[in-house]
């Protein structure tokens, strides 16, 4: 198991909802040659986050955000920066709430060392395989955001 997993979250079938792939994938090639890191998209499945990052040093976890920003912002924060103001809808894209995912991992004793979570605000959320012009305009911004974090491991 490597000590880094950096983990990619959304649908990429719901235009900027899918974000956190996008800039998963860019990364994955960055970093093919890293023996350090693992790269695992999870899509939507937020319960499989508590198995990715269980017994890992670092986790890096990049989802669309809703923040009240601009869109395109991005943000770095960490578990006990915020507080989830998710409801949770009878259809959700995510399967569950990813503050409450880290709190169980916490609970097992399985939580990593260190958790840093990269928000992504949204212009827009329908149907659709692309980013918005807004955000794929900055997709190498974010790229190299995560991968600055990435490096200093």
Do not use: W
């Amino acid at each position: 198991m490597r000590p880094v997993v950096v983990i990619g979250l959304g649908s990429p079938l719901m235009s900027d909802e899918g974000v956190g792939i996008h800039v998963l994938h860019a990364l994955e090639k960055r970093f093919a040659k890293s023996r350090r890191m693992e790269f695992t998209d999870l899509g939507t499945a937020g319960a499989r986050v508590l198995h990715a990052i269980a017994g890992r040093k670092k986790a890096v976890i990049i989802d669309c955000a809703f923040m009240d920003k601009k869109p395109g912002t991005i943000q770095r924060f960490t578990p006990g920066d915020v507080a989830s103001r998710k409801i949770e809808p009878r259809i959700s894209l995510h399967g569950g709430d990813l503050l409450d995912t880290i709190a169980l991992s916490k609970a097992l004793g399985e939580c990593p060392e260190e958790i840093v979570i990269f928000g992504i605000e949204p212009a827009e959320v329908s149907q659709g395989e692309n980013l918005s012009k807004a955000l794929a305009a900055r997709l190498s911004e974010y790229v190299d955001t995560v991968a600055a974090e990435i490096e200093k491991e």
